[in-house]
């Protein structure tokens, strides 16, 4: 091979790694991250379902759970695995106080749970008193 073929080689290489390298995406900040067994492939099925790659899929993903987060909760189930979240993130709190959150949590769930059933009798009986209204009419 001539010289003036390997320099126009070694050219082309370089500009094509400078290329890569000048790419705005390439600028921004990257970090390595450790995936469990099987969650790579699950959000590479995920993104491909999507029609993103695997960073636009993560980032995406990464992004909707900062806007839930934000959000208040609507339900006691959702208190409950927010509660669950700052708990894990917080290994320095008593086992105790810990118990007593999750106690305080089923106290209101089953008051939840009691205030369901009562609205589900009373709207039955409002149900059943229309039916029977309607009925004589």
Not at 5 to 32: G, N, W
Not at 62 to 87: G, T, V
Not at 103 to 114: G, M, V
Request: charged letters at 30%.
């Amino acid at each position: 091979m001539s010289t003036r073929f390997i320099a126009y080689c070694d050219i082309i290489v370089r500009m094509e790694f400078h290329m890569v390298q000048d790419t705005p995406s390439r600028k921004l900040e990257q970090y390595i991250v450790r995936f469990p067994d099987g969650m790579r492939e699950q959000l590479k099925q995920e993104a491909a379902k999507n029609g993103r790659s695997l960073n636009a899929e993560i980032i995406t993903r990464l992004e909707d759970s900062f806007e839930s987060s934000n959000q208040a909760p609507s339900s006691i189930d959702e208190i409950a695995k927010l509660a669950a979240r700052q708990l894990m993130n917080a290994p320095h709190i008593p086992i105790r106080d810990r118990e007593a959150i999750w106690s305080l949590y089923e106290t209101i769930k089953l008051e939840e749970t009691r205030n369901i059933r009562k609205f589900m009798t009373r709207l039955s009986e409002v149900i059943a008193d229309a039916e029977e209204r309607s009925a004589k009419k």
